[in-house]
């Protein structure tokens, strides 16, 4: 089992500030991923990365980026946030011999 | 494209009773699976099983059985002898081989135990 985490678990924030969600796990995993959330909804993929210097985007259009320095570490970072943003964005790894994604509790976005 | 169709909305079961949630998929291609994930009010996405297209057997985990009909498309969850700390989310997913194993999710069914 995984250990992903991520930070802040909450967050309220204006418009047009920049904001970067941390996710940090410690099992070596090669894959990571970025989801976004609306509430009751379903997930969409908006970024993921199958290693170091390895970013593409997912399924869902998104103005955040990310990056892939280290191993550990995928965080997301928002330049300007909008009302738009708000959403619960969940982080998730997976070994490379393994299918199942394993996630990190997400981060609630609330931009006013 | 992959689609992944979660028909029911929201479901009860009484406690200690077993509950199937419906999950039907789409896709053309021959190398895929199929996972169940359950979301608590709390927000994480808890894996709880997973079935291959080639695997022979129905899976289960615990409480969990994943009742797959390839001819159907259909892989609905079946949690038996219900409990209170089941009532959550529950999302249906579905990776395909020639897609990058990305995770496809249906929209969910709010499953809600009733003592």
């Known amino acids: 089992e995984a250990d992903i985490y991520q930070t802040p678990r909450y967050l309220v924030i204006g418009t047009g500030k920049k904001i970067t969600l941390e996710c940090s796990q410690t099992?070596?995993?090669?894959?990571m991923y970025w989801y976004q959330q609306d509430p009751g909804m379903e997930l969409h993929l908006i970024h993921y990365s199958y290693g170091v210097n390895s970013t593409e985007k997912g399924d869902l259009s998104s103005e955040s980026t990310v990056s892939r320095i280290r191993t550990e570490h995928f965080p997301l970072t928002l330049e300007s946030a909008r009302p738009s943003h708000t959403s619960q964005y969940l982080c998730a790894s997976r070994p490379g011999h393994r299918y199942e994604q394993y996630f990190g509790p997400g981060t609630r976005l609330t931009v006013t | 494209a992959q689609k992944i169709t979660q028909t029911q909305p929201g479901m009860f079961v009484q406690e200690k009773e077993a509950v199937t949630l419906d999950c039907t998929y789409d896709?053309?291609?021959?190398?895929?699976?199929l996972f169940w994930y359950k979301q608590p009010s709390s927000g994480e996405m808890i894996f709880l099983i997973y079935?291959?297209?080639?695997?022979?057997q129905n899976a289960t985990e615990g409480r969990y059985s994943l009742n797959f009909q390839k001819a159907r498309k259909s892989a609905n969850l079946v949690i038996s002898a219900s409990q209170l700390g089941d009532s959550a989310m529950y999302f249906c997913a579905m990776r395909v081989f020639n897609a990058g194993n990305m995770l496809t999710f249906g929209g969910g069914t709010r499953l809600m135990v009733k003592p």
């Open positions: 079935q291959g297209s080639y695997d022979q």
């Open positions: 099992m070596g995993h090669d894959k």
């Open positions: 896709t053309s291609d021959p190398s895929y699976g």
